[in-house]
Each structure stands twice: as structure tokens, then as C-alpha cells.
């Protein structure tokens, strides 16, 4: 059968391996290594099957009420969907346009973000982190819009709350998408929702795979102006008017309302952090400060190689900028123990 051109180039992203067969500990794709909060599990044990049988609610109401009042915004302002790829996928539709002027990215950034453009015919220009891997915000302003992670991944280093006011007052009323996967293990910026009072331009993306460990049940939301919100929801009814099921609205909304869990798991994984990054520098690593449920750790290739010998998956990228690191998710302390003897000995 004859298959478009699109389909035969277009390069996909590549997610972290899924090994099958030998056991590993896997820190290769920055799961939380702590089970979701036991009130997911009694969504779970509550849900009614028979539910099932019918199409979810479109409007999601009760999820978004939940996301709503923890991020201290108006209902409206709240779009859901199936992970955040698919909120970014749909944000990057609704934003920007085919052919047009360029959407302006870091060079060393999320992968995920120059596929959506292809995938949409949008145009890309980069720009080159600094030495030290930040970003410099003021060089993302000559374009349509401008796309960051923050913090940023692969190299877990933040952007100041301030820097990023900067960027939105400089680009007008072109978008800024703020993608804040990993806001939650952040301790030296803060996210970027509160900026919405006074920028109209800006969407901040979240997801509940990382920090409520729900990473198997693919749900994202983004937060934005009501306008915004209602041209995603148009988009998004253009390819899939039912993303979030039944089960997914009703496991995150539980997820959501679990504060005092959320934010218990959340410091373990800080606190594990600090200490293994602390070791490493101590044997002579070079890693990045990180701001995220990871760590860049210095080593490439070969400790990639070696700790996959050893039964350990960390995530190493080819691109020329980052080769010479691996990305390491922060597992339990138990964890993170197997890692440290498989790599220092």
C-alpha cells in the first residue's frame, strides 16, 4: 500500500527503553518511585464499571474543579487531556501556525518538541544554551512564540520565575508554552501560573505522570486564559472529543486532592537527590544542579553501557551537546544504592 511521504520521514520521538525479559532497576524515564497516594486506590476499588459503558464527560468538570482550586485559578482556565504530550501536541496546533514564522526552542531542550512541529508543518529556529546548559530567555524572542521546560530536560536546570515575566513582556502577545512537567521537585523557582494575572500570552503545561506517580494512567493539563482553554477544546474536537476516560478523571481528581501525600512523596525524592548527587560529586562527577526528579550526570556512552551490564537502565543521549552525560531518574534510596555500586565499583 502506498503510504504518505509524511509517514515514511517523519522522525518520531524516542522514548526511553521498556526492557523485557532480564530484570533492571530503571531509571531511565523519570517514573517516581513511590506508588500514588492509597486514595487513588480506592477510586480505583470504588469505580463504578458499569460506567464504562458510556462515554466520559467531555468537560471533565470535577477534575478541573480539583485543578482549578490548586492552582488557584478559574475553572475555565483549566484544559485536560491524555498526558501532557497530547496537551502540548494540541497547544502547538492551536498556537502556532504552519509555514509561518519560526517557533523558537532551546537546542538542548525536550526532543518531543521539534516532532510536534514537524508533525505540523510549523517552522523551528534554536537556540544554543549557554556553557553551563541555562537558558538565556532574552535569545528566544525572534519568532511566533517561543517553547521552554522549566525546569528543563534533559538538564534539569531551572529558569528564574523572573526570567521568564522577562520573556512574556518581550514577546508581546505571541505565546510563551511554559512546560512544567517537573515543577513539583523544584526548589529554586517557582512555577509560572501566578504570571497569568498579568500575561495573556502564557500556558503553563503540567502533567501527572511525574510527581503524583501516575504515570500509567496518561493524564496532562495545561492553564491558561479562557480563550486559550476554548481554542485547544476546539482543536482537540477536531481530532478526539473524549481524551481523558472515566476512570483517568476520577483516579487524578483523588491524586489532586491528596496534598499531604503529594507533597511527602515529592520530598523523599528531593531528599534522595541531594544526597546521591553529593556522592557523585564527591567521586569526581560532574552533575548538573538539579531542579528535577533526575540528575545529568557526567560519564556518556560508557557509564550508560556499564550500568545496563550491571542491571542498571539510565537514559543516554546521542545528541553532540549532551553525549557525554547520562540522565539518571532518581529512584528509591534502595534504588539509587544499586546505581551507585553498579557505577563507582
Same mark, same amino acid.
Given at each position: 500500500?502506498?503510504?504518505?511521504?509524511?509517514?515514511?520521514?517523519?522522525?518520531?520521538?524516542?522514548?526511553?527503553?521498556?526492557?523485557?525479559?532480564?530484570?533492571?532497576?530503571?531509571?531511565?524515564?523519570?517514573?517516581?518511585?513511590?506508588?500514588?497516594?492509597?486514595?487513588?486506590?480506592?477510586? +480505583?476499588?470504588?469505580? !463504578?464499571?458499569?460506567? =464504562?459503558?458510556?462515554?466520559? @464527560?467531555?468537560?471533565?468538570?470535577?477534575?478541573? *474543579? /480539583?485543578?482549578?482550586?490548586?492552582?488557584?485559578?478559574?475553572?475555565?482556565?483549566?484544559?485536560?487531556?491524555?498526558?501532557?504530550?497530547?496537551?502540548?501536541?494540541?497547544?502547538?496546533?492551536?498556537?502556532?501556525?504552519?509555514?509561518?514564522?519560526?517557533?523558537?526552542?532551546?537546542?538542548?531542550?525536550?526532543?518531543?518538541?521539534?516532532?510536534?512541529?514537524?508533525?505540523?508543518?510549523?517552522?523551528?529556529?534554536?537556540?544554543?544554551?549557554?556553557?553551563?546548559?541555562?537558558?538565556?530567555?532574552?535569545?528566544?524572542?525572534?519568532?511566533?512564540?517561543?517553547?521552554?521546560?522549566?525546569?528543563?530536560?534533559?538538564?534539569?536546570?531551572? +529558569?528564574?520565575?523572573? !526570567?521568564?515575566?522577562? =520573556?512574556?513582556?518581550?514577546? @508581546?502577545?505571541?505565546?510563551?508554552?511554559?512546560? *512544567? /512537567?517537573?515543577?513539583?521537585?523544584?526548589?529554586?523557582?517557582?512555577?509560572?501560573?501566578?504570571?497569568?494575572?498579568?500575561?495573556?500570552?502564557?500556558?503553563?503545561?503540567?502533567?501527572?505522570?511525574?510527581?503524583?506517580?501516575?504515570?500509567?494512567?496518561?493524564?496532562?493539563?495545561?492553564?491558561?486564559?479562557?480563550?486559550?482553554?476554548?481554542?485547544?477544546?476546539?482543536?482537540?474536537?477536531?481530532?478526539?472529543?473524549?481524551?481523558?476516560?472515566?476512570?483517568?478523571?476520577?483516579?487524578?481528581?483523588?491524586?489532586?486532592?491528596?496534598?499531604?501525600?503529594?507533597?511527602?512523596?515529592?520530598?523523599?525524592?528531593?531528599?534522595?537527590?541531594?544526597?546521591?548527587?553529593?556522592?557523585?560529586?564527591?567521586?569526581?562527577?560532574?552533575?548538573?544542579?538539579?531542579?528535577?526528579?533526575?540528575?545529568?550526570?557526567?560519564?556518556?556512552?560508557?557509564?550508560?553501557?556499564?550500568?545496563?551490564?550491571?542491571?542498571?537502565?539510565?537514559?543516554?543521549?546521542?545528541?553532540?551537546?549532551?553525549?557525554?552525560?547520562?540522565?539518571?531518574?532518581?529512584?528509591?534510596?534502595?534504588?539509587?544504592?544499586?546505581?551507585?555500586?553498579?557505577?563507582?565499583?
Amino acid at each position: 500500500m502506498k503510504l504518505s511521504r509524511f509517514s515514511m520521514s517523519v522522525e518520531p520521538y524516542a522514548a526511553g527503553e521498556q526492557p523485557r525479559g532480564k530484570r533492571f532497576v530503571k531509571l531511565n524515564t523519570n517514573e517516581n518511585p513511590y506508588p500514588p497516594a492509597p486514595e487513588c486506590a480506592k477510586a +480505583i476499588k470504588s469505580f !463504578d464499571a458499569d460506567r =464504562l459503558k458510556l462515554y466520559p @464527560g467531555i468537560a471533565a468538570r470535577e477534575l478541573r *474543579e /480539583a485543578i482549578a482550586e490548586k492552582e488557584n485559578v478559574g475553572v475555565d482556565c483549566v484544559f485536560v487531556g491524555n498526558g501532557s504530550d497530547e496537551v502540548l501536541s494540541l497547544a502547538f496546533r492551536a498556537l502556532f501556525d504552519p509555514h509561518g514564522e519560526p517557533v523558537v526552542f532551546p537546542s538542548v531542550t525536550y526532543s518531543f518538541y521539534p516532532v510536534f512541529c514537524s508533525m505540523y508543518g510549523i517552522n523551528t529556529a534554536t537556540v544554543e544554551n549557554e556553557a553551563d546548559f541555562t537558558v538565556a530567555v532574552e535569545k528566544l524572542t525572534d519568532g511566533q512564540g517561543a517553547v521552554i521546560a522549566n525546569p528543563n530536560a534533559p538538564t534539569s536546570l531551572p +529558569i528564574d520565575l523572573d !526570567d521568564i515575566e522577562t =520573556l512574556l513582556s518581550r514577546m @508581546g502577545e505571541r505565546p510563551v508554552i511554559v512546560d *512544567e /512537567a517537573y515543577i513539583d521537585f523544584a526548589r529554586r523557582t517557582r512555577s509560572a501560573v501566578p504570571l497569568l494575572k498579568r500575561y495573556d500570552n502564557l500556558v503553563v503545561v503540567k502533567t501527572f505522570s511525574k510527581s503524583y506517580s501516575l504515570a500509567g494512567i496518561r493524564c496532562g493539563y495545561m492553564i491558561a486564559g479562557p480563550e486559550t482553554v476554548a481554542a485547544l477544546e476546539r482543536v482537540r474536537d477536531c481530532f478526539n472529543s473524549y481524551p481523558v476516560d472515566s476512570l483517568c478523571q476520577a483516579v487524578c481528581t483523588a491524586a489532586i486532592k491528596a496534598t499531604g501525600y503529594h507533597e511527602a512523596s515529592v520530598q523523599k525524592v528531593v531528599e534522595t537527590r541531594t544526597r546521591v548527587m553529593k556522592i557523585l560529586r564527591t567521586a569526581g562527577y560532574e552533575v548538573l544542579e538539579s531542579d528535577t526528579n533526575f540528575l545529568l550526570v557526567s560519564g556518556g556512552e560508557r557509564d550508560y553501557l556499564k550500568l545496563k551490564d550491571r542491571g542498571v537502565l539510565v537514559r543516554w543521549f546521542s545528541a553532540e551537546r549532551v553525549r557525554g552525560y547520562t540522565r539518571v531518574s532518581v529512584g528509591s534510596d534502595e534504588e539509587m544504592d544499586v546505581y551507585l555500586r553498579a557505577l563507582l565499583k
